[in-house]
């Protein structure tokens, strides 16, 4: 085995299938109908990765991802593929694994501010109109010329509020802000917290560096988010979250031009989800991003049932391809597998249509990319097996696993700082001497810590984290007093603008 390459699996004749690491930023795919193997591909994929050095993000959908933190063990089943595909026993060991989840239940909470997400993906995880996001965008643009923080949805609904309330005198510079459409906003807001989506806003924000993390032997730790209840109860909540992820990476991480290895890898499960009925708008960020990324040693890989559900400014980004059985029993299903046999490189000899529908269990047409980043000819393959544990850990493991995380308590205790809630609040009371000191309207019922010594809005307006995730924001508003020293400055899909930082 190449030390810089990633074993895949081997051919009828031994073979072996492997994908160079320095390629593992070109981005992939990993498609087949459900049953088919996809999920073991996708964790012989992340194993690997983990053992070259490469920290590894990946949705853990159907909860049996996480025997990957476990080592496995030689079963007859097991015995009699190896010796099909001709290779010794994996080193049965389990892998660095940091568990997440964007509720906090059975994972390390993760949280992001509602300026950090932008007007963009909002809108989209509260399926506005385009009016309704005109109206968001607005709002966004109000707070952030008035230097008011929108790190959570109390933030949030206070600024609709103000802007409801002052909307006459802001039409001449904002345009229109419909009543209608701000208390449509404000449904959609409750709707969200009535999921328990409330809680995956505030502070402390996810530090990026908290994913990118190596081992001491050098091993790179697999982050898997629990996404069991997440993809089937929000989709819309999943899909922004990834999104987003995406582009503060393409954001945070300098260029790092060609390298003998990635060093980050996502793995986007259920990719379906992440395109279904988005807008327009949203797929040509989300496109843009994919194609400039890798220029940040990041790769991106989408994991769904076919090809066919990735737009196709998308898929002709992904190099290395790996497809498990498709079905084909109506003329619409022989149709698409002859459409997802023809984004593969001919093989002379091997029908790839056909191939597509006898594949078994565990078996996948793969095409790798060579050293200079052409994709090789399409290769039946058998996916060699995990060395680690296949199927989910137990409840007890997974307690075990957090409560010796160091990361549970950095990110256990909400920080609730001076914001736009705070601020609007404030002025009320200001305005209303008659009625005394007024409390603050009660935010939703969570354990809080007040930041008493970052209270004061920062000249850079609403993309602003608590300390812990300082270390990542980049100076690039200088300039104080000016305009643009007073606007927030988002990414490529939370920006107002459309540009980068």
Known sequence: MNASALVIGATSDGREIAQLAAMMNRHGLVTGATGTGKTVTLQVLAEGLSQLGVP???????????????????TPKLAERLDALGLPAPAFAGNPVALWDLFGRTGVPIRMTVSEMGPLLLARLLDLN???????????????????????????????????????????????????????????????????????????ALALTDLICTTPDGRGVINLLDATKLAAESPHLYACFLFWLLSELFEELPERGDADKPLFVLFFDEAHLLFKGAPKSLVDKIEQVVRLIRSKGVGVFFVTQSPLDIPTTVLGQLGLKIQHALRAFTPRDQKAVRVVAETFRAKEGLDTAQAITELATGEALVSTLDAKGQPTPVERTLIKPPGSQIGPITAERRQELLEASELRERYATVVDRDSAHERLTQRAAERSEAAGPAAAPPRPARETARDDGDSAPRPRGGYQRQSTGEALIKSVVRSVGSQIGRQVVRGLLGSLFGKSR
């Not at 159907?62 to 496995?72: C, F, H, Q, V």
Request: hydrophobic share 50%.
């Open 130 to 204: 385009d009016t309704q996001t005109g109206v968001l965008y607005a709002t966004f643009k109000i707070a952030d010329d008035d230097g008011l923080l929108l790190l959570d949805l109390a933030d949030l609904r206070s600024m609709l509020v103000w802007v409801g309330e002052n909307a006459a005198a802001l039409k001449l510079k904002y345009g229109n802000l419909s009543s209608t459409s701000i208390a449509a906003i404000q449904r959609s807001l409750l709707v969200l917290e009535e999921q328990g989506a409330d809680v995956v806003f505030g502070e402390p």
């Open 56 to 74: 590894v993000f990946t949705a853990d959908i159907k909860g049996d991802l996480s025997g990957i933190a476990d080592a496995g063990r030689l």
